[in-house]
């Protein structure tokens, strides 16, 4: 039965490019050339790059090295939220 | 670059071309065209009588060049949400919420230059026949090939316009592979994509490839490692994976 979960997590996964839209809603700007250096493993991948799984109520970007989770996203009908505690830091590039 | 605000917009469904027995291109009207990176796509979103409202994420199959015009191609997967609809109830003339163009991370054009090897599985073919369309409508002599994999003869996406593109294109070449029903009398590749075909394919690029990998998250782990194996700078592959909901 774990298998089977695992197997079909794998299958429903997409990657950061695919809840770009949801993340310039948030950000005002393109996110997915933004880095993302992971709180578990230290490594940096760029947001497209995340593991994205979107089949839920909300949104989880994992790390594509050591699968924490960088960042939670749920929206509600009045707000969003967004928990990052799986992100060291975010680096992009000043808007100018 | 300040981007403008990512906004929902109404697009008025202005053609409809059957591409294979599961995929359908649409054509959109959009009041506010924006130039978009080939590569990136467009937020679909559906709202139901009730309120409940589901989006998916497709990619934009037109070049650039197409001024106020935008394609999509859309796989219909049975069980979906959003591409059934699409196939089976969206008619001429309707209008359907999107936003976009979004993403620049699996993105290129001409100024990126190449060799560029263009890795596709299905219709994760799309968003490399934006690549295509813009590179061939700027009339760009970058080195580019293509490997698409596909079911069938029958699941092959833009056959016709991708040969078209290699006839009349010397520095342009298209290989298939078929990993089911290969179309009668085919000699070529009849496997999923492996470490072997794709060395094949790049040899004339070696190392300065500049590779785009697109398709389902299996074929994409897949030659992602083999080209990590073949020691090609990691910052030359890009790479767009998609589940089976066709996000």
């Known amino acids: 039965m774990e298998n089977d979960q695992a197997d079909m997590n794998t299958a429903l996964m997409v990657d950061g490019n695919a809840v770009a839209g949801d993340l310039q809603q948030i950000f005002g700007r393109d996110m997915t050339v933004t880095v993302a250096r992971c709180a578990g ?55 100018s | 670059m300040v981007q403008p605000v990512l906004e929902w917009q109404a697009g008025t469904v202005t053609a409809i071309r059957p591409e294979t027995r599961q995929t359908k291109s649409f054509t959109f009207a959009l009041p506010k065209w924006m130039v978009h990176r080939p590569g990136q796509h467009y937020d679909v979103r559906l709202t139901a009588p009730d309120g409940y409202r589901t989006q998916r994420s497709y990619s934009i199959a037109s070049a650039p060049e197409r001024v106020g015009e935008l394609e999509l191609t859309v796989e219909r997967i049975p069980d979906g ?43 994760g073919v799309v968003p490399l026949m934006a690549m295509l369309r813009h590179r061939a409508a700027q009339h760009s002599t970058v080195p580019a ?11 092959v996406i833009y056959r016709d316009e991708l040969d078209g593109l290699a006839a009349g294109d010397r520095a342009f070449e298209a290989f298939y592979t078929f990993t089911r029903q290969p179309p009668a009398g085919w000699t070529g590749y009849r496997r999923r994509i492996d470490a072997t075909m794709l060395a094949e394919v790049m040899k004339p690029f070696g190392k300065r490839a500049r590779v785009y990998v697109c398709g389902p998250t299996l074929l994409v782990e897949a030659v992602a490692n083999a080209l990590v194996l073949m020691e090609l700078p990691i910052e030359q592959i890009r790479t767009e994976r998609f589940g089976p909901t066709g996000a």
């Open chain 2, 81 to 123: 949400e959003v591409s059934p609809y699409l196939h089976d109830v969206l008619m001429l003339g309707d209008e359907l919420e999107v936003r976009g163009p979004i993403g620049g991370y699996f993105v290129w054009d001409v100024s990126l230059g190449g060799p560029l090897l263009l890795v596709g599985g299905g219709s």
């Open chain 1, 41 to 95: 493993c230290s490594r940096d991948a760029a947001m497209g790059a995340l593991m994205a799984f979107t089949h839920a109520p909300g949104i989880v970007l994992r790390c594509p090295t050591c699968q924490n989770a960088i960042a939670r996203i749920v929206q509600t009908p009045t707000a969003i939220y967004l928990e990052a505690r799986g992100a060291a830091f975010l680096r992009m590039a000043p808007q």
């Open chain 2, 145 to 155: 090939r293509l490997l698409y994999s596909s079911r069938s003869g029958e699941d």
